[in-house]
């Protein structure tokens, strides 16, 4: 005879809001940053409202929020508006709601810190092993921070002098050019990642994350060294996502740290970090002469209006204008 359950059996639990909140953004394919950035949002504009639950607030209580972080927090206008982007994510996309809410802030038009390329090769000066060719790829790729460091070793095209940036921002593809002055000490680099890669394997570990879901339909291609990291990082920690013990890559935070010690030694008052070697490397190749739209290709920009902010940040002064005072 068939038992059955019990009228006072206990309910299936519904997931957590957060966990919602995951499998949403996962759902999306948006990156795990955002996924961090958009839940820390989101708990803060809870704890915010003495831990009321979304559903039993709205437009005046996410008002309420923004104004807070404007107002008392003094936030820029671009963090606002990313704690704006969360809270609506949590409404439209989790909670079914429509929030009427559309306060964004003006963003304020900055120029982009650029350096020289005398100041580039004393920041290179001061980097050595992994971190000078990390900051070598920035600066002659035109990469993004992240971008670099998720770099497969199949990514590289050494009989082609280019490199592919698989899911760039905005998930494209495209080429940029391989440094000719960085390509043996890459292989090289890259022959040492190898070795490390096949001990690993000996120690029961030398696997890799795969995007979406390549693992189940390859399983032995995380073991793979064309899959590994180009810039694996120096321990085996666990993924955040699976706990299974790992080397991912070189955390963007101990690089950002590295260069400003770099910048810092190089005696350079301008406020530069890694990203700054990509705005001088768009900046660098307008002065060289090259079109506006390859470096808009080069960069992976949609909008050709994000490119052309370089035109104002030349070695030709503001707007390529030559001042009076020098015919002086």
Known sequence: MLRTLSDNSPAKQPPKLLDQVSAAIRTKHYSRRTEQTYKQWIKRFIFFHGKRHPREMGTQEVGAFISHLAVKEKVSASTQNQALSAILFLYREVLQQEIDFHAWAKKPETLPVVLSREEVKLILSRLSGTYWLIAMLLYGCGLRLDECLKLRVKDLDFDRNQIIVRRGKG?????????????????????NVKSIHEQDLKEGFGVTDLPYALERKYPQASREFHWQYVFPSATISANWETGRKQRHHVSPSTMQRVFVDAVRKAGISKHAHPHTLRHS???HLLEDGYDIRTIQELLGHEDLNTTMIYTHVTNKGGLGVRSPADRL
């Open 281 to 283: 490397f768009a900046t």
């Open 171 to 191: 998930a494209k593809d495209r080429h940029t050019p391989l440094p000719l002055n960085v390509k043996t000490a890459l292989q090289d680099h890259l022959r």
